[in-house]
């Protein structure tokens, strides 16, 4: 799907894969995600679901893009009320409204966390929400200037999902021991590239 639809009877087409998509994740797991699947469970014809989502991989992307907007927007309303010049406790809250989001969320989890594979995304929404957490610790923080800020900041945010993801698949679940591995190396990562800076 290149762009939103238009047509108001397109959008609900679209919303009727995605939701009974989601619905074929939790239920029957990701690689049930299919076509056929989608069209059966929800009464489509597969031409119908051919003509938004050509591949299952396609479907995938779309609810993975979903999931990743939807941790942005809880992760700018998370930290609209933050205010700390330590380090510790701006990367600490960075990592907590992830992991609060991820395991409230079981299709996110199963989609983005306990893929064995690559992160199913594009990399658009994975860059928006790097960049909502790269606002939110120079807010607080002053940073020193450096070469690629935005790569340091894509790279941060993706060590704490590599983190989770290495967590719900060892454990079946997301769970404490991954919110703890993911500050701690999150932390270290910030605080080395902070000291080099400086």
Known sequence: ????????????????????????????????????NISEVSGLKRTSTYKFFQTPESIKVALATRYLLE?????????????SSELSVIVLRSVEIMHSYFSSSAAAQSLILSNTTSLPVTKEPFNELASCVQEFIEKNIALPEIFNKDGVFRVFTQIIISIFSLNTREGGSLNEVGKIEANRAAFAYMLNWVNQSS
Not at 73 to 83: A, D, L, M, Q
Request: proline share 2%; no cysteine.
């Open 71 to 83: 941790l942005k927007k809880e992760f700018s309303e998370g930290t609209s009320n933050i205010n």
């Open 1 to 36: 799907m290149d762009q939103a639809p238009k047509q108001e009877r397109s959008r609900k087409r679209i919303e009727v894969i995605l939701t009974t998509a989601e619905n074929i994740l939790l239920d029957e797991g990701i690689d049930s995600v299919t076509i056929a």
